[in-house]
């Protein structure tokens, strides 16, 4: 492997320690504990990973973290109520709802009815309008880390060519606005590749900064970039593994051992965009908390 391993592990760990700095300062000088309350719709295995990890990364940055865990044929209108009392309890500051959900709640009527000051996710549309206009807010975590792993990595984007595989709501879309803005650690050319793209290898070998968020195994192979690019992996999948205990592994939205030979950094799965995620989410819980005490710093 010729490329230079980009560690979402240890950047995270960077970037929680900052954030549990900031939080002890809180508690000690405005007696003031930042609060996040996780809901988990459903008995999905992943997800109840995902929120286990959350809570635990929030307790140890020295956060107040509680999770609601509702049975997969909870009602729309009892999903709503629990994010109602949510945004009345002055305990938390930050509000995530799990995804995804039943089939039976609607995605966007329970991402609507989060009170956009504690929408620590950053999907609400009123957050997405404000990063859409280069005012952003609440970033979503995973595009937020990416892009804290880009310029702690000594990648800053401006000027370059970033292509992005996927265009959803939670990374592609995001992503694309985060990184064209006119400001620091931006100012990229951003292309955003899907389904529907003709000739997607003619695009992604054009990138310096290739982000994979597609959610299909090892779909970028060597030949579809070119030499020294920078790739960002978002994408996790369970593949068989009959030899693993579990049964399966991760892998991600790149095919890592040959496109390792042709990068200069990439990030690995597991180990790379995932603890992003989670510091990034902390460091929105912490922004909730002192917002709330101080809204002209927003
Ligand atoms: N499911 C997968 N990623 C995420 C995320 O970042 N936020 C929420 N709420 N659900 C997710």
């Excluded at 997800?47 to 286990?52: F, G, K, P």
């Excluded at 109602?84 to 609607?106: C, F």
């Excluded at 265009?167 to 694309?176: A, D, F």
């Amino acid at each position: 492997m010729s490329a230079t391993l980009i560690d979402g592990t240890s950047i995270a760990a960077e970037v929680r320690g900052e954030v549990g700095e900031v939080v002890a300062e809180m508690r000690n000088k405005h007696g003031i504990a930042p609060g996040l309350a996780v809901v988990l719709i459903g008995d999905d295995p992943a997800s109840a990973v995902y929120v286990r990890m959350k809570e635990r990364a929030a307790i140890e940055a020295g956060m107040v973290s509680e999770t609601i865990n509702l049975p997969a044929d909870t009602p729309q209108e009892e999903a709503l109520a629990v994010v109602q009392r949510l945004n009345e309890d002055a305990r938390y500051h930050g509000i995530l709802v799990q995804l995804p959900l039943p089939d039976q709640i609607d995605e966007d009527t329970v991402i609507q009815s989060i009170n956009p000051d504690k929408d620590v996710d950053g999907l609400h549309p009123f957050n997405m309008g404000l990063l859409m206009a280069g005012k952003p807010r609440f970033i979503p975590a995973t595009p937020a880390g990416i892009q804290q792993m880009l310029l702690r990595t000594g990648n800053d984007p401006s000027g370059k060519h970033v292509v992005v595989c996927g265009r959803s709501n939670i990374v592609g879309k995001p992503i694309m606005n985060l990184l064209m803005q006119r400001q620091d650690g931006a100012n990229a050319t951003v292309s955003v590749c899907h389904t529907r793209t003709r000739d997607l290898a003619t695009m992604t070998r054009q990138a310096d900064i290739l982000i994979a968020a597609v959610g299909s195994p090892q779909m970028i192979t060597a030949d579809m970039v070119r030499e020294d690019v920078v790739v960002i992996d978002v994408g996790v999948n369970r593949v068989d593994a009959p030899e693993r205990r579990r049964g399966y592994r991760l892998v991600g939205d790149v095919d890592f051992d040959a496109v390792a030979e042709k990068a200069a950094a990439i990030t690995p799965v597991p180990g790379g965009v995932g603890p992003m995620t989670i510091a990034m989410l902390l460091q929105n819980t912490m922004n909730a908390a002192r917002w709330s005490i101080h809204p002209d710093l927003r």
